[in-house]
T-cell receptor, first 111, second 114 residues
């Protein structure tokens, strides 16, 4: 079945710098790749998503890139702010819309 | 976006009792809902897929007799943890789709079994 690997598990960056989180997936049939932000004890919140017919998508300080050939997709956060500190999850799904989750990345923004 | 409401948000129960968690889609119909379990500092683990009007599909290793799922209407799915034990203590969270690929999550339920 589908497997999603996410790296790094923890990322610490200086406020104002950029953060990049990477995921790889195994099922070439996957066609939907969302990124979620989860604060402690709260529900995951969708921050950006990308479909397999698009290579890059940007929303203000957040961008996602997808390389279908390599089965990689990445989350890019620029000009990081303290409120960006959270756990970020990538996921992948195919026709059944069942999300397969990465292990998560704890992002720490240092003041 | 669509709204999914989950109740209760927190519950403490005695070992051996059962707990029911409700997941409602408030402004859309959800033919499929998903139930997850999340341990501290870990990712979401899919427990089962709940289909309206039919039996839930459980992931490998999840006991269907212990985690009873009922999806009796297009807006409500329930998860009942039967004969709960301390090792069942966890964060349970549901999600539903509104017809698009995006998943909307409930607030989650923090279950503590004492």
């Amino acid at each position: 079945g589908e497997n999603v690997e996410q790296h790094p598990s923890t990322l610490s960056v200086q406020e104002g710098d950029s953060a990049v989180i990477k995921c790889t997936y195994s099922d070439s049939a996957s066609n939907y790749f969302p990124w979620y932000k989860q604060e402690l004890g709260k529900r995951p919140q969708l921050i950006i998503d990308i479909r397999s017919n698009v290579g890059e998508k940007k929303d203000q300080r957040i961008a996602v890139t997808l390389n279908k050939t390599a089965k990689h997709f990445s989350l890019h956060i620029t000009e990081t702010q303290p409120e960006d500190s959270a756990v970020y999850f990538c996921a992948a799904s195919g026709g059944n819309y069942q999300l397969i989750w990465g292990a998560g990345t704890k992002l720490i923004i240092k003041p | 976006g669509a709204v999914v409401s989950q109740h209760p948000s927190r519950v403490i129960c005695k070992s051996g009792t059962s707990v029911k968690i409700e997941c409602r889609s408030l402004d859309f119909q959800a033919t499929t809902m998903f139930w997850y379990r999340q341990f501290p500092k870990q990712s979401l683990m899919l427990m089962a897929t709940s289909n309206e009007g039919s039996k839930a599909t459980y992931e490998q290793g999840v006991e269907k007799d212990k985690f009873l799922i009922n999806h009796a209407s297009l807006t409500l799915s329930t998860l009942t943890v039967t004969s709960a034990h301390p090792e069942d203590s966890s964060f349970y969270i549901c999600s539903a789709r509104d017809g698009s690929a995006e998943a909307f999550f409930g607030q989650g339920t923090r279950l503590t079994v004492v």
